[in-house]
Every structure is written in C-alpha cells, then in structure tokens.
C-alpha cells in the first residue's frame, strides 16, 4: 500500500512540474546549459514519466491482487 501511495505522490509530482509550474521558473530551478537537454527534460517530466509511473501502478496493483 506504501509503494502505490509513493507512486501516486511521484504522478502529482511530474503532472505539477510538467504542466502547473511556470516554464519560467523550472528554466531558473534547473538551470539546463543547453536548450535541447531541456526540451527533452520536459517531454520526458510531461508524457513518459507519467505513463511509467501509471504503468508502474497497474503493476503493484496486479501484484496485490
């Protein structure tokens, strides 16, 4: 039960930093030398993230169950 409460709070995690938080201020947190490696950073926090971490979800379920 621990881990899919860890999962879920790493899902609101990526989904605020991914689509809530302001371009500008993760340009500033992060601090990405090259625009490229943060473009790829934020496709990453914004689609493949999420969906590992769903993935990751069904799959403790099924474990459970």
Do not use: D, T
Request: net charge positive; proline share 2%.
């Amino acid at each position: 039960v621990l881990m899919i409460w860890g999962l879920v709070i790493c899902l609101i995690y990526s989904i605020f930093v991914g689509w809530i938080m302001k371009i500008s201020h993760l340009r500033k947190a992060m601090n990405f030398s090259n625009e490229l490696v943060y473009n790829i950073w934020r496709i990453a926090i914004r689609i493949v993230l999420p969906l590992a971490i769903i993935i990751a979800i069904i799959s403790v379920i099924g474990k459970l169950f």
